[in-house]
């Protein structure tokens, strides 16, 4: 697993499209415990269960080898100055979509991280697939640093320097991985049919913070 290039300092996402991790109907069982629960669940995003403690992990044996599975190939890939920061586990369905608003305008984040996106199910073009650009995620960092801490109220994070022909939608089968960095173009696509449910398990990496001292020794030689 050493061996697989994931280029996201460059190219901004990587998709996987192999079931690289090996995943079975086990993990879909440890996802639906965790979506039905209160305890992920009660937190005021829709159709979004969250687990924010790291500890939690020891439980679900088959989700916190899956965790420690995308860390180390993402710190293989010289990535590793990263951290665990949360797991989302989404289900998606036509009825939440909204045109115009995020996350389905071509955006990036206010904090910068490396995500790791997890198709639970088939996703095909009419199921909402994620929808990436193929762009040096350095090329937005001035633009996230300015923006300003309200600004999901006016959508400043929209990117409109692009065309919509420069996304890709991300297809994938079940066990399919994409990872990507949130400096990169990106934006939810429309679920059309309305049988149509997407399963996702999002593991989110925060950048760590720069030791101060540390640089500063550095810097001395």
């Known amino acids: 697993m050493s061996d697989i290039q994931l280029n996201i300092s460059s190219d901004g996402y990587k998709k996987i499209d192999n079931n690289i991790f090996h995943l079975d109907s086990k993990i879909l069982e440890e996802y639906e415990n965790i979506y039905n629960d209160k305890k992920y669940s009660d937190n005021g995003h829709e159709n979004t269960s969250i687990i924010n403690d790291q500890k939690d992990l020891i439980k679900f044996n088959n989700l916190n080898k899956l965790n420690q599975n995308i860390l180390r190939l993402i710190k293989d890939n010289k990535l590793d100055n990263i951290e665990f920061d949360d797991i989302w586990f989404v289900k998606s369905v036509e009825s939440i979509y909204e045109p115009k608003k995020l996350p389905y305008i071509p955006h990036i984040d206010k904090v910068r991280k490396i995500k790791a996106m997890v198709y639970l199910n088939d996703v095909t073009i009419e199921d909402g697939p994620l929808y990436m650009a193929k762009v ?31 996304y890709s939608p991300l297809n994938g089968k079940f066990g399919t991985t994409i990872f990507f960095d949130t400096n990169a173009p990106h934006f939810a696509g429309k679920i059309h049919n309305k049988n149509s449910l997407r399963k996702i398990i999002r593991f989110n990496f925060r950048f760590k913070p720069q030791n101060p001292i540390k640089n500063f020794f550095r810097n001395l030689f």
């Open 136 to 166: 040096d995620p350095n090329n937005y960092e001035n633009f996230r640093k300015e923006l300003k801490p309200d600004y999901k109220k006016r959508q400043e994070n929209e990117i409109k320097n692009l065309k919509i022909e420069d």
